[in-house]
């Protein structure tokens, strides 16, 4: 797909609508609106979906939303978030993903799953690893991974790639943000190896462009979602320009579209102080509310071909429906507004704005 701006016959751009689908690779997508992936802590202590699971997303799938981002699914069970994190890390679990997939695919959304590796964070683990000795939790050193260890996570990763594939999910999203174990060798912050796999923009995405390129030859055409961090508010984290050269480099190893976070408030703060507040941020991101990392998806936007998806602080029907006139995200990611409302989507669209419930920060 490549970025066209469709024009009225006097030249005026015409935007795209909430309402509009979108492919991500030959997938259609029936809107432009995505449901963020948001860990909710509903399988069982083995990571198996349970009904409530199900329950949760298909509800939102119902509500009308285009593409749903299951949460963070674990590939091994020592790097997990949650205590009842879902699990992504064993062919056992693939009956559960199933249902879930099967679930959300009936209510004619997308369905794809995050799969994610917990790094330098998680729950309740002996041990916490990262590609320094640099830590993300008070207290907890991460151990430097090994090349051998970068090696064993990038096919933990193909491997559940290929259970999301065969459990029926639509494409999975690679989880590369929020200083887990791929964001955290993305952003200076956390790498300060001598290898390879950091010292540079290129190095510190080695291990990204790794697991993306492992999945492209082993499981081949098969809609693929990068979420990163485009820009964190960190003494050595990652740059704007930094953030738009990331994001080039993982289009070029492969991915289908690419999900823009970031770090902004202390909310995935790598626990030091931010160097900027709301009064002293930068202006950029003043056009949007605090902590929206929709400002950052457009300055991305530009640079990659690949469908962007932009997400934060949507909060009301009227807000969604702005972001798409401006062009600054091809899709629209949506967190806790779905958490508060699972029919968000359908009232937006029907312009139904009055019987949204809304979330409360
Ligand atoms: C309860 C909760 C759980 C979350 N879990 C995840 C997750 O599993 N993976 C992830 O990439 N982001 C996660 N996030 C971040 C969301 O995907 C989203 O980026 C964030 O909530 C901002 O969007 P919003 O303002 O619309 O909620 C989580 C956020 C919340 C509130």
């Keep these: 797909m490549f970025h066209i701006t469709l024009q009225t016959k006097t030249g005026e751009p015409i935007m795209p609508l909430l309402s509009d689908p979108i492919n991500i690779a030959n997938l259609e997508i029936k809107n432009r609106t995505v449901m963020a992936p948001m860990v909710r802590n509903l399988a069982t202590e083995n990571g198996v979906v349970t009904k409530e699971v199900v329950e949760h997303y298909e509800l939102r799938s119902k509500g009308g939303v285009g593409l749903i981002i299951v949460e963070a699914a674990a590939i ?25 997939a099967d679930g959300i695919k009936k209510h004619g959304g997308s369905a794809f799953i995050q799969i994610n590796h917990s790094g330098p964070k998680g ?12 830590p993300v939790l008070k207290g907890k050193i991460p151990e430097a991974l090994t090349l051998d260890e970068i090696d064993n996570v990038t096919q933990m990763f193909v491997d559940a790639t290929r259970r999301a594939k065969e459990a029926g999910f639509d494409g999975v999203e690679i989880h590369g943000a929020h200083y887990y174990l791929l964001s955290a060798f993305l952003s200076s912050y956390t790498n300060q190896r001598e290898d390879n796999y950091g010292g540079s923009t290129e190095n510190n995405a080695r291990f ?25 508010n960190v003494v050595d984290g990652i740059t704007m320009e930094e953030g738009i050269e990331i994001a080039k480099i993982i289009e070029r190893a492969g991915i289908d579209s690419v999900h823009v976070s970031c770090v902004v408030d ?5 626990g030091i102080p931010p160097y900027f507040d709301e009064e002293t941020q930068p202006e950029f991101l003043k056009e949007y509310p605090y902590d929206c990392c929709i400002p950052i998806a457009a300055k991305i936007k530009p640079h990659v071909k690949v469908p962007v998806i932009g997400v934060g602080m949507v ?6 429906r702005e972001v798409m006139k401006k062009d600054h995200c091809d899709l629209l990611g949506l967190g806790r507004c779905l958490l508060s409302d699972p029919a968000f989507v359908v009232k937006t669209l029907d312009g139904r704005d009055d019987e949204i419930i809304p979330w409360k920060d």
């Design 76 to 100: 091994t069970w020592e790097h997990r978030i949650m205590k009842k994190n879902i699990g992504i890390y064993d062919d056992k679990m693939i009956p559960g993903l199933t249902k879930l």
């Design 123 to 134: 729950h309740g683990k002996p041990t916490y690893s990262g590609p320094s000795a640099v």
């Design 208 to 232: 990204s462009v790794d697991v993306i390129k492992a999945i492209r030859k082993e499981i081949g055409d098969y809609p693929l979602i990068f979420r990163m961090n485009g820009f964190e």
């Design 266 to 270: 202390a909310t995935y703060n790598p």
């Design 315 to 320: 909060r009301d029907a009227q807000f969604a």
